[in-house]
Structures are given as C-alpha cells and as structure tokens.
C-alpha cells in the first residue's frame, strides 16, 4: 500500500521516470544561497513536502532529517530547495520498496537512541535533537527537529536532545501498558556523549550548567526513578 504512495507521489510530479541517487538530501549546504537565486514554485513545492511529512512520519524514519530541514524554507522556498525537494524524491525512487518489519519476540524489550547536530543551522546557530525508539525489531517513533534555543557546547544540545527523548520514552512506556503490553524495565537509551551522561547523572549545577533551562531537567528524574540503563554508543 505504501510503495502504491510512493509511485502516486513520483508520477503527480512527473518523476517517475528520474533516474535514483543514494542520498536523502544533496551535499550541497541549501543555507548557503544567494538573493539572486531566483523563486519557484511555492505552492507545488509545499504539495511535494506534505506528502514526503506523510512519508517520513509513517514509515521511512530515513527521511526525517531531509524533511526536517526542507520544512523550513515553506514560507518563500527557492530554486535551491526545490532542486533538494525533488532530489528526495529521487532517492524514493531507488528506495521504493524499503518500509519497516517488525518481528514477534517472547519479551518485548524497548531501546532508544538520542543524538544530536551541534550548532548545524549557520543562519542562527541551533542544534538538531534526533532520537528513535526500537521495539519488536523495527523503530516505533522517531523525531528530528530543530532545538528552541541555542546551545552553548555539545554537551548541552546533547542534553536538550536527551531531554525530549526521554519524555518520549515515558510516554511510550504509558501507551505500551495501556495496550497491554509488557515491557521490562529499565529501558536501555544509548547516548554517545560522555559529557552529557555525566551531567545527566550527576544533579550538581556549576558555572557551566546553570544557564541551561530548567525543563531540560526531567531526564535526571527519570534517571533516578530507575528508568534508564545508561550505555556508551561507540561511533565507527
């Protein structure tokens, strides 16, 4: 049903016929245009990001970070960002066929993972919060989107992003029980930030932490209640 979506969408665009790539978005930085690059079309441009939300909120998480960022150039988009808009959909058309698969388990175990893209906007220097959760063998929720506020270090934005992922989690946890279904506890979060499980863990301000909003904080109380297993993701 959802690859019928997928050839729907290429064709209402007429690419059905563009040749792949292997890349959600371009190499090309889409921050870094000029005044001159000239304006597109507006409308079928926010028509093309609709469909790829759709897309990328039920069932290609790989998607998330592109959409996320296309989505910011809604109001006035340029020819830049169309290029990068139908450039996704190039790359849906040699990844059609990939969706999620979920597998039957004896114990259902819930992990997640949290990350963050320091300082990646150029124009006003926020941070990216990514998280996804796994369960039954595939992602179940996932997120991508810009921070409220800047970031200081990468500690922080790696905080604010372990912030939400964990309030996702609770919320996860809730849904689970309500449906009935058993998950034991406490959940495995994967974070690759020495830095932010130490200040995770540890609830001492200093000079360095006091300055960082109080909502950010709630990942200490679930620490505490014995929600989490903390685990050092190595990057290869």
Known sequence: MF??????????????????????????????????????????????????????????????????????????PKSIHMEAAKHTLRYLKGTAELGLEYRAQKVYKLVGY??????????????????????????????????????????????????????????????LSLCKIPVPLPVTMFEDNQGCIALAQNPVFHRRTKHIDVRYHVVRHYIRSGGFIWSILILK
């Open 114 to 175: 949290s990350d963050a893209d320091y300082a990646q906007d150029k124009q006003d220097r926020k941070s990216f919060t990514g998280y996804v959760f796994i369960l039954s063998g595939g992602p179940i929720t996932w997120a991508c989107r810009k921070q409220v506020s800047p970031a200081s270090s990468s500690v922080e934005s790696e905080y604010m992003s372990l912030s939400d992922a964990s309030k996702e989690c609770f919320w996860i946890n809730q849904l």
């Open 3 to 76: 690859l019928r979506y997928i050839f729907d969408m290429l064709e209402e665009f007429g690419m059905q016929n563009c040749s792949s790539v292997k890349t959600p978005l371009p190499t090309r930085d889409l921050s870094d245009f000029s005044e001159s690059d000239s304006a597109t079309d507006a409308s079928m441009y926010r028509s093309i990001i609709g469909k790829l939300i759709y897309a990328a909120n039920c069932a290609r998480p790989d998607l998330a970070v592109a959409v996320s960022f296309l989505c910011r150039y809604m109001q006035s």
